[in-house]
């Protein structure tokens, strides 16, 4: 069974720091380019980064783009992401998922996802 998790979510104070684990069991993550994409209240889907799967290529938002990083440890076959700097703008819940397609212009083409993780910012 293809299964995605997501951990590491909370609360945090504005300029604080989170990092996200994406934990698949079920398949092999190094053939996958995965994505995070985060859904607030109200708002759209955002795709905020992916990674390929190929020679690690990744895509940022301009909404976090120097501030998040996205990574992959095939070893422990578990994708994540390390946000900096966090702004009450990026309050919602964030899910990882596999990608149909890698691309470098937009993060959007998601498969299978996890059930997400809470992200918080606030004072």
């Known amino acids: 069974q293809v299964q995605l998790v997501e951990s590491g979510g909370g609360l945090v104070q504005p300029g604080g720091s989170l990092r996200l684990s994406c934990a698949a069991s079920?398949?092999?993550?190094?053939?996958?380019?995965i994505g995070w994409f985060r859904q607030a209240p109200g708002k759209e889907r955002e795709g905020v980064s992916c990674?390929?799967?190929?020679?690690?290529?990744?895509y940022y938002a301009d909404s976090v783009k120097g501030r998040f990083t996205i990574s992959r440890d095939n070893a422990k076959n578990t994708v994540y992401l390390q946000m900096n700097s966090l702004k009450p703008e990026d309050t919602a819940v964030y899910y990882c998922a596999t990608l149909m397609a890698y691309s470098d212009y937009d993060c959007t083409d998601f498969g299978s996802w996890g059930q997400g993780t809470q992200v918080t910012v606030s004072s």
């Open positions: 079920g398949f092999t993550l190094d053939y996958y380019a």
């Open positions: 990674i390929s799967s190929s020679d690690g290529s990744t």
